[in-house]
């Protein structure tokens, strides 16, 4: 039995203004409109510019993030970041956010575990409100993951954006209804699915790996795409069940936005009619740490959840990893 529960408090969102078509990426991919919108559902995505600060994405999406909750950054005692693009090696983005929004009290780190990491920063952050470590978490997903894919390689330029999203989790109130009812999570040790061959301790960056382009990306999509859709499908099942409700009591799901086939895929598995899967894949592509955040933001503003819904995160990713959280709204 916890001590406390959690309650989302806000949400925000940041997006470069750069817009980059389908169309545009013809102009240097051998690739169509046609085959990415029909193998992924991505119609645009945005970039930022080159030079740009990942750490200060993620604090205007918890700037925005904090107005919504009508909070301050007074009020701010813990700032998660989860990223697989970061400003430096050294140092994280939780600190450089403290810096850039002048927050007077706060403890934080990074989670850096690929696309499963923003759920797995919820699961963390709500664990501090619930042990009482926390009373206002910023749990900011930011990535530039234009810094990290092949602009040459068709088989991942298409699919990906840069992005940041905040949802602000606080302690709930006594007789409030919100709370964190369930977690799934698990991983299934890989680096060749989804890896950047080097440039971490293993494989320093040198002049001959770099020229080879090992410093990118590099994807088995059809293996990701069997796991992601297995792994979306099961831990929703697990998760109703740990909280005790069917899926179709879920208001809406927030998916890792991460294909449109392999959504649509896994949630035939489900009991649960396509219209309560929040997708905005067509407009952002894969951005990582940001896809859940923003969707949720889009969710909440567009009026689809009220006070008292059931909704779950669902993530996967590179490690192989992946994670789910089921809350009551
Ligand atoms: C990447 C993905 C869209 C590819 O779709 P797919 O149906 O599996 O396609 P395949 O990889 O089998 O490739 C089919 C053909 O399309 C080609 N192709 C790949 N990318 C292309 C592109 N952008 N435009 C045109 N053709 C492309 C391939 O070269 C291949 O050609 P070939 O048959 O002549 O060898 C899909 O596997 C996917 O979305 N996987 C998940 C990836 C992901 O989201 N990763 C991030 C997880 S966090």
Known sequence: MSLYQVRVAGTGRFLPERIVTNE???KTLDTSDE????????KTRHYAEPGASNAKMGAEAARAALEDAKLTVDDVDL??????????????CAS???RELNIPNANGFDVFSGCAGYVQATQTASQFIRAGAAKTVLVIGSDIMTSIIDPKDRSTAVLFGDAAG???????EEGSDSALLAMTGGLKGDDEVLVIPTGGSKNPLTKENYDERGHYVVMKGRDVFRFAVDRFATQISEACEQAGIKPSELKIVVPHQV???IIESAVRRCDIPLDRVIMNLDKFGNTSG????MALDEAIKNGRLDRGDYFIMVAFGSGLAWASALFRY
């Open 24 to 26: 545009d990426l013809t």
């Open 35 to 42: 085959w990415i919108v029909k193998r992924t559902g991505i």
């Open 79 to 92: 700032i998660l970041f989860a990223t697989v693009t970061p400003d430096y090696r050294l140092p994280f």
């Open 96 to 98: 450089l956010v403290q």
């Open 166 to 172: 905040c949802v602000v989790l606080t302690r709930a």
């Open 259 to 261: 294909n449109r086939r």
């Open 290 to 293: 940001a896809t859940v955040p």
